[in-house]
T-cell receptor, first 117, second 113 residues
Framework: GAVVSQHPSRVICKSGTSVKIECRSLDFQATTMFWYRQFPKKSLMLMATSNEGSKATYEQGVEKDKFLINHASLTLSTLTVTSAHPEDSSFYIC?????????????FGPGTRLTVT | KQEVTQIPAALSVPEGENLVLNCSFTDSAIYNLQWFRQDPGKGLTSLLLIQSSQREQTSGRLNASLDKSSGRSTLYIAASQPGDSATYLCAVSGNQAGTALIFGKGTTLSVSS
């Protein structure tokens, strides 16, 4: 089956620094990837759609200058949390739609737990 | 704007019971629906995918149904086991292939031995 990886799985950073999270589709190409965040005991909220070769599309209320998304290739999207603050601490998870079998099932990475101190 | 609701929010059952988790969505124009499992502090495990043209999908002790016109899906778990304890999330796509998923808040299931 299709596999999506994320790196790092956990990161702790100091307030004011930037953190980059990578999302890779390992065995398929993805022109579109999605980034979600999940607060403790809450559901997943879509942050943005990452588009290969063009700008990301952000959901209402998500600061595009704070959460920089770059879709560098057909298998890699990155999310950079700039000038991180404790309120950015969350579980970030990416997904990519697989096109095999025509189902467009969303395949999720294992997630990245960000803690900002 | 699509909204996904899951009922109940939490459920506790003894081992061996059959149970049903409910999911409803406000916009029936979806491409597919997925059910996931999430263990505490972990990522998502995909359980079942139902295309908008399908009525149900089965995998082992799990059966998911979809009534797209009424905006409802159910996840049936047969002969529950303690290992089934987790949060179950329902998510629907937009009306086009490959669009993002909108998630419900989940049902947290606890199965006691």
């Amino acid at each position: 089956g299709a596999v999506v990886s994320q790196h790092p799985s956990r990161v702790i950073c100091k307030s004011g620094t930037s953190v980059k999270i990578e999302c890779r589709s390992l065995d398929f190409q993805a022109t579109t990837m999605f980034w979600y965040r999940q607060f403790p005991k809450k559901s997943l909220m879509l942050m943005a759609t990452s588009n290969e070769g063009s700008k990301a599309t952000y959901e209402q209320g998500v600061e595009k200058d704070k959460f920089l998304i770059n879709h560098a290739s057909l298998t890699l999207s990155t999310l950079t949390v700039t000038s991180a603050h404790p309120e950015d601490s969350s579980f970030y998870i990416c997904s990519a739609p697989g096109t095999t079998k025509g189902t467009y099932e969303q395949y999720f990475g294992p997630g990245t737990r960000l803690t900002v101190t | 704007k699509q909204e996904v609701t899951q009922i109940p929010a939490a459920l506790s059952v003894p081992e061996g019971e059959n149970l049903v988790l409910n999911c409803s969505f406000t916009d029936s124009a979806i491409y597919n629906l997925q059910w996931f499992r999430q263990d505490p502090g972990k990522g998502l495990t995909s359980l079942l995918l139902i295309q908008s043209s399908q009525r149900e999908q089965t995998s082992g002790r799990l059966n998911a149904s979809l009534d797209k016109s009424s905006g409802r899906s159910t996840l049936y778990i047969a002969a529950s086991q303690p290992g089934d304890s987790a949060t179950y999330l329902c998510a629907v796509s937009g009306n086009q292939a490959g669009t993002a998923l909108i998630f419900g808040k989940g049902t947290t299931l606890s199965v006691s031995s």
